[in-house]
């Protein structure tokens, strides 16, 4: 699933409700533990700012730095040991702000880091699985997990872009809600150019 493609959907179940919603009249229950950081990297903030680029070199970082993909794409190393195998980070920056954060590791590390995720921020708003299929017609139980705060929403996943990957993303509601307005700008003056 493409990053884009992933942060539009989870937009939608949030403004629309989502298939993990609880039963009508009810409010979820608040986020008690929801962060302000994650991994030393400030939700809040600018990592461009906030971390130091990576030096050149072939040798791996030991500390938080960023290395750029494009303007808005950045990989994360150096990431605390957490005793997750095969961690990864990569951020999308838009406008200066955080859009969110992807972090994918391998699919059989999962339960150990919905355990670690749920010890740190407490139990999600919605947990339930899905059925996903593969490309050869295969089908799994993906658990999902979505911690909906505030200011940012976590989900992990189970099975993420393949069944060989878990993903947690972790989104920006301030973000995620000035990009729906850029995009209804952008459609609004495609519309009225028909």
């Not at 809040?44 to 072939?58: A, I």
Request: charged share 20%; glycine share 6%; proline share 4%.
């Amino acid at each position: 699933m493409k990053f884009s493609a992933f942060i539009a959907a989870v937009a939608m179940a949030v403004s629309h409700g989502s298939c993990f919603a609880a039963a009508k009249n009810t409010a979820p229950p608040k986020w008690q533990l929801e962060p302000t950081s994650f991994m030393g990297i400030n939700l809040e903030g600018n990592l461009k700012y906030d971390v130091n680029q990576c030096p050149s070199g072939y040798e791996l970082p030991t500390t938080l730095c960023w290395k750029s993909y494009s303007d808005e794409l950045y990989e994360v190393w150096g990431l605390p040991k957490v005793g997750i195998d095969n961690l990864r980070m990569d951020v999308k920056i838009v406008d200066s702000n955080l859009q969110y954060m992807r972090l994918t590791t391998y699919a059989d590390q999962f339960e150990k880091f919905r355990d670690l995720l749920t010890q740190k921020y407490g139990k999600p708003t919605y947990s339930g699985t899905e059925v996903v299929k593969t490309k050869a017609g295969a089908t799994f139980n993906n658990e999902k997990l979505i911690w909906q705060g505030v200011n940012i929403t976590m989900t992990l996943s189970k099975y993420s872009d393949d069944i060989e990957t878990s993903a947690l993303y972790i989104i920006s509601e301030k973000a995620v809600a000035k990009a729906t307005v850029k995009n209804q700008q952008r459609m609004n003056e495609a519309a009225s150019k028909l």
